[in-house]
């Protein structure tokens, strides 16, 4: 067993266990945590994947970013303490198969499909190649990009602002 | 590992984050779900890149990355101003628009 098929099954667990209690789990504080330990062993699968560079934006981001602005969003919407956290799910079923149905419908699909199963050898840097392709290629999406971060930004004040 | 692990790996992410969307009371649960999906999104966009040998996936997942950090960001307030305007972040109260 390769170093990288180790790293895969276990990254992959963990992936797995906390994506299911991020869903399952009655405390809504105790999901964002489960769902930090997703997203940073998400992270890991882009560092087997060669994509260091995605690794640190995806911990910068996702991690540190998202996670703390859902727990200061829990924290001015629930009491952190008593019965008001505790959060209850409904048609638990439904939802099973639903999901179900959509897991499988992918898995068939790609049975069908013929994917490749070596990756080809690396053609230089990633990052450096990232980087060039970011200001080159798709210079114009990357500009707009910083225009909706603004927008976003504006707007989240907006409504969040205090009326008095 | 080939390609077909890492994307059944982002189907089973998905699939439990659709469940979360489905099952949630609570708006903030609601959205936990929707970033679990995307970031089975973001799997198989750095998949999909890595094995055919085009970084344009990569640039791809570094988009959906920041935007999706913009959308919780929105997302989160608009949650925010509905407490406060209804007292409560239970999705199936907020029924304003039902005719």
Known sequence: MTLETAGFWGLAAVLLASSLAVVLTKNLFHSVLYLAGALVATGGVFLLLDAAFLFGIQLLL?????????????????????????????????????????????LMAVGQARLPTERPPLAGDVTRGLGEALLTRSVLSFELLAVLLVAALLGALYFARNDD | MGLQA????????????????LTRRNAVGILLGIELMLNAVNINLVAFSRFNGDLAGMVFALFTIAITVAEVAVGLAIVIVIFRVRKTVEADRLDLLKG
Do not use: N, P
């Not at chain 1, 956290?85 to 638990?92: E, F, M, V």
């Not at chain 1, 439904?94 to 897991?103: L, M, N, P, Q, T």
């Not at chain 2, 994307?7 to 469940?19: N, R, T």
């Open chain 1, 62 to 106: 996702y991690a540190g970013g998202v996670v703390t602005i859902v727990v200061f969003a829990i924290m001015l919407t629930e009491r952190l303490v008593g019965e008001r956290i505790r959060q209850t799910s409904r048609r638990l079923a439904v939802g099973a198969i639903v999901s179900a149905a959509v897991f499988v419908g992918i």
């Open chain 2, 6 to 21: 890492y994307l059944l790996l982002a189907a089973a992410v998905f699939a439990i984050g659709l469940f979360g969307v």
